[in-house]
């Protein structure tokens, strides 16, 4: 094929994706994307954002859950959550900027500067998933057990990664001691069994 036609058949193919990628790609997968520990889901939201940044971002649409002021996620001053369940990633909103952002399944994506594929992890034989997250991961600077789904999580100063028997279910970024402290006795894969 000669070079001068290798542009117009990029062309073509992104006019093609743009226009008719309703037809390309399955609404039940959900594309790969990078997380940066100390920011979040590059592509989607992160941590400080405001509702315009994403939406400037961002062209995915999220369900938003308002949060009832006497409830525990209340006290801590979170307003509402957006939930892209397609994505596998809720977002928490506190002062109206993104403050705690939890990752899990269907979520698709590497850990930018780990080259580790979030839940594609694989245990190291003859070791336990702590170990193998911390070989991954580094030290952490607490654990905490007891979970929803008999996790286990290990806390790191961007947040924390939950597992269990399974392998690891859930990913969670902030910065805030108060988020990591309300983490520590709430962390683990949430069941969404579509009962509303």
Not at 22 to 47: F, H, K, M, N, Q
Not at 56 to 78: H, I, M, N, Y
Not at 134 to 145: H, V
Request: charged letters at 25%; aromatic letters at 12%.
């Amino acid at each position: 094929m000669p070079i001068s036609s290798r542009p117009w058949r990029a062309a073509s193919l992104i006019l093609c994706l743009t226009v008719f990628s309703s037809c390309w790609i399955d609404s039940d997968e959900t594309p790969d994307l990078d997380v940066s520990l100390s920011s979040g889901v590059d592509a989607v939201i992160r941590i400080d954002d405001t509702e315009a940044d994403v939406a400037q971002r961002s062209a995915w649409q999220c369900d938003r859950e308002v949060v009832s002021d006497g409830s525990t996620l209340g006290e801590l001053k979170f307003s509402h959550v957006c939930h892209y369940k397609d994505l596998g990633i809720r977002a928490y909103y506190r002062y109206n900027r993104v403050a705690l952002i939890e990752i899990q399944e269907p979520f698709h994506g590497m850990i930018k500067g780990r080259n580790l594929k979030l839940f594609g992890l694989t245990r190291v034989p003859g070791k336990a998933w702590r170990d193998t997250l911390i070989q991954s991961f580094g030290a952490p600077a607490t654990e905490s057990d007891g979970g929803r789904l008999s996790s286990q999580a290990l806390f790191y100063y961007w947040g924390d990664i939950a597992f269990n028997g399974q392998g690891p279910n859930e990913l969670a970024i902030y910065r805030d001691v108060a988020i990591r402290s309300y983490r520590s006795q709430n962390f683990g894969r949430i069941l969404d069994l579509g009962f509303h």
